[in-house]
């Protein structure tokens, strides 16, 4: 089940999701969907989806292989911990999440990039591109999280109590 | 339910083999397993791309006749300026034609058009290979698109892809079977020699993190002009010369610098592009030079 659907989710974003731009900013599916699994379903399973997403998501792009495996990882760490477990809504530490981790997600994908060689404006980068996809997709996280949460429901392992 | 958060070792290895992908990947030990994978992936995004079409096709249809009326008005204006212009260069034509017949020049007649002028219609798709965008960069700062032709139909890399009216796109990066990335001029880590179409002088034009164009290199006492045209240079023997580039759209002049530059707007609307043709005829020199010769043996 697990590929399919990430191989579903990377294929849409490169066919109908990366040509969106709203003032520099994109939804970023993919980073969603491993993001909102972190949450629900724990980190462990969260880097596993963070690593075949992030995979396929190399295949398909131009840059180095790697790259976005590593981001997606980080993310998938950084959303499976318990941070802010109980204080405020879960919506709201939803929101909050979501911004930090796409701001992370961005900055290692620049570090990987001047790594690699490539020229990378930071401040350009992180004002005009990684600003507004933060906000974009923190607006966009919650609804991710409903079919995510059904889903999640429907694969949980049932417990017999005697 | 969420599992119990007992530390483990996960994480950590996990990002350690995705910084080894990483390493591997630029060492380029990976290739044979990405081009295995490629045979899978690229199928399913050709289908994809398919069946989104359709569908986009459907919500498209309003909007374009919108833009289309738009367009049309512009390219009005756009064909009676040309007209006039035509007519101006046939009277230079002809006074061209009686100075060269007064000297008793003898070359040849009319101007051969620049590779590529042909480009992108029907027929030419006959001749080279053309493809459809069926995927965009999904990095945010890498400028690429995925077309479906690739190694199958005579596609290898760095061959030059151009659109419509001889316009540069970018060149081949990727090949797979089927498909093929296309570094697109816009994109950072693209550089193609250029020279501009009036007065001849030559530059670099690369991309910026923003979309747009920069011609870099260029001598300060060159003059520039707003409105310029940019072409391909062919030096380096990397690109064929004259494809269009874009035009000149501002110039950055600093008195203390050793060269001056040019904002340059693309002659291709990278955020609309469909079909592109692929220059498979085009045979690059190499620029690598010889290993040095054995050192000619001299008699006694």
């Known amino acids: 089940m697990t590929i399919p659907l990430l191989v579903t989710v990377a294929l849409s974003q490169t066919v109908l999701v990366s040509r969106i731009d709203l003032w520099g900013g994109r939804p970023d599916v993919m980073l969603l969907v491993v993001l909102v699994w972190s949450m629900v379903r724990g980190m462990n399973e969260g880097l596993v989806w963070g690593l075949i997403g992030g995979l396929i998501m190399d295949l398909i792009s131009g840059g180095p292989l790697g790259a976005t495996t590593l981001a997606l990882l980080v993310v998938a760490f950084m959303a499976g911990e318990p941070w802010g477990l109980g204080v405020g809504a879960p919506v709201i530490r939803l929101l909050i999440l979501t911004f930090i981790c796409v701001i992370t997600y961005h900055l290692v994908l620049l570090a990987v990039l001047g790594w690699t060689g490539y020229a990378v404006d930071w401040g350009w980068a992180l004002l005009r591109v990684a600003a507004p996809s933060a906000l974009l997709n923190a607006v966009l996280a919650p609804f991710v999280q409903r079919p995510l949460d059904w889903l999640e429901r429907r694969t949980r392992q049932e417990r017999f109590v005697l | ?300």
């Not at chain 2, 089927?178 to 009036?198: N, P, Y």
């Not at chain 2, 993190?209 to 380096?236: A, F, H, K, N, R």
């Open chain 2, 1 to 300: 339910m969420r599992e119990s958060p007992r530390r483990s070792w996960r994480p950590l290895v996990l990002i350690v083999l995705g910084l080894l992908l990483l390493v591997f990947s630029e060492a380029g030990y990976l290739a044979p397993a990405e081009n295995a994978l490629h045979y899978v992936l690229d199928p399913l995004q050709r289908i994809f791309s398919r069946v989104a079409a359709v569908f986009g096709d459907l919500f498209q249809t309003v909007r374009e006749v919108r833009e289309l009326r738009t367009r049309v008005e512009e390219l009005q204006a756009q064909v009676d300026a040309l007209t006039v212009e035509n007519v101006r260069l046939r009277e230079y034509e002809a006074e061209v034609r009686q100075l060269k017949g007064m000297l008793n020049f003898m070359s040849e007649y009319p101007l051969s058009a620049p590779l590529g002028a042909e480009v992108v219609t029907r027929e030419a798709c006959d001749v080279f290979p053309c493809g459809e965008v069926v995927g965009v960069e999904t990095n945010p700062y890498l400028r690429y698109v995925t077309i479906n032709v690739g190694a199958q139909q005579g596609v290898e890399i760095g061959m030059p892809v151009v659109s419509g009216g001889a316009a540069m796109v970018g060149r081949v990066a990727q090949v797979g079977p089927r498909t093929a990335k296309v570094q697109m001029l816009i994109d950072t880590e693209s550089a193609v020699a250029a020279l501009l179409q009036t007065s001849r002088v030559t530059g670099l034009v690369v991309g910026q993190q923003d979309g747009t164009l920069s011609m870099e290199y260029i001598p300060q006492e060159e003059t520039i002009s707003v409105g310029d045209i940019v072409l391909t240079s062919g030096l380096g023997g990397f690109m064929p010369k004259g494809l269009v580039i874009g035009q000149v759209t501002e110039v950055q002049q600093m008195d203390y610098a050793l060269f001056q530059s040019a904002v340059v707007r693309p002659a291709v609307d990278f955020s609309r592009l469909e079909l592109v043709l692929v220059i498979t005829g085009f045979e690059q020199i190499p620029v690598d030079e010889s290993e040095s010769e054995e050192p000619v043996s001299e008699e006694p």
